[in-house]
Every structure is written in structure tokens, then in C-alpha cells.
């Protein structure tokens, strides 16, 4: 009887080792899961273009799930104050071990401007919706800081064509350089 009680013992601290070691391996498999998982919640950027609102603006990117984000922009046309606001959707996740990422977006807000010089009178600032793609660059060992470029296809209102015919029509008004029909935006951006 002394054996068999001996030989229970030893099976339980043998089959108890056991038990604590696999225990201990999938807990190191949980924690490398979850680091490949990690990302930032917010996103803060200073850069060019239509997506900053102008000429030289600020954007706020909050990401609930690691492929939405949602931002708003304000800036500074050369003849005012612009604003944006739209939705990004990354098809490469926003997650820290993604140092490359890209995306399409949608936005709506001041996407165009006209500046005549010595006639302020003309000079006006219109709202459109504007679609495009765009990558993230991020580097450093945390990946936080990092550059923003995009493509973007402004969709014009039928206020600013309208505009720009009446400007072309004026006598007074020497010459009239239309935008680009795509623009790009460059920014400098860090997560938090």
C-alpha cells in the first residue's frame, strides 16, 4: 500500500510539471499574439495639401478598429480657413508591427480656391467631396513618427465652375490658371 501511495504522489508532480509547463507555453504565444495586435488609437499629422485643408493644415485620425480610421483637418488656403472631415480604410492594418500601410479615402470639405491677385473681391474658398489613396510610412523602433503621402481626386462644385467661367469671361482678368485635376498631400504624422 505504501508504494502505490508513493507511486500516486510521483504521477501527480509528474503530471503537475507537465501541466505547468504547457500552461506556461501557450501564455508565451498569447503575449507574442497580442504584440503583433497592438496600435494606436489617435493620429496626429502637419502637412500639405487637400487632406490638411489647404496649403499648410493639421488632421486628428482616431482609429477604432485597425482598418478605419476617422479624422477631421482644419487649415489654410492662401485666401483662407479650410476644414475636412472623412474616413480612411487601410487594406494593410493600422498596427504597431506594420511600419507600411496603405490606404483609400473619402473626405468632404474646402477642396478648391481661387486667388486673384489685386482683386481680393474674387477670391473664394468651395466645398466638395474628394476621393483618393494614400500610403504610411512609419519609422523608428516604436513606429509612431512617420510620413503620409496621398493621391487625391477632388470633386469640384458646380459653384467654383461656374466661378471660374465668369472669371474667364472678364475683361479685367488677365489670365486664369486652373488647379490640377488630382492633388497631393504630404504630411509628417505621429501616433498615440
Do not use: C
Not at 17 to 22: D, K, M
Not at 118 to 137: L, Q, R, V
Amino acid at each position: 500500500m505504501k508504494k502505490q501511495v508513493l507511486f500516486i504522489i510521483f504521477l501527480f508532480l509528474v503530471f503537475g510539471q507537465v501541466y505547468a509547463q504547457q500552461t506556461f507555453q501557450y501564455k508565451n504565444i498569447d503575449v507574442k499574439n497580442q504584440t503583433k495586435t497592438e496600435r494606436n488609437m489617435f493620429d496626429l499629422g502637419l502637412g500639405l495639401g487637400i487632406e490638411y485643408s489647404g496649403f499648410l493644415g493639421a488632421q486628428l485620425e482616431y482609429a477604432p478598429i485597425s482598418r478605419l480610421g476617422l479624422f477631421a483637418s482644419g487649415g489654410f488656403f492662401l485666401v483662407g480657413a479650410g476644414w475636412e472631415v472623412g474616413a480612411k480604410a487601410y487594406l494593410i492594418p493600422k498596427v504597431v508591427s506594420k511600419s507600411f500601410r496603405v490606404y483609400a479615402t473619402g473626405m468632404y470639405g474646402t477642396n478648391t480656391a481661387i486667388m486673384i491677385i489685386d482683386a481680393s473681391e474674387y477670391n473664394k474658398i468651395y466645398t466638395g467631396p474628394t476621393f483618393g489613396a494614400g500610403m504610411e510610412i512609419r519609422f523608428g523602433r516604436e513606429k509612431v513618427n512617420g510620413i503620409n503621402v496621398a493621391l487625391l481626386y477632388p470633386i469640384r462644385s458646380q459653384e467654383y465652375e461656374n466661378d471660374v467661367d465668369a472669371l474667364n469671361r472678364n475683361p479685367y482678368i488677365e489670365s486664369l490658371e486652373e488647379p490640377f485635376p488630382v492633388g497631393i498631400s504630404v504630411a509628417y504624422h505621429r501616433e498615440f
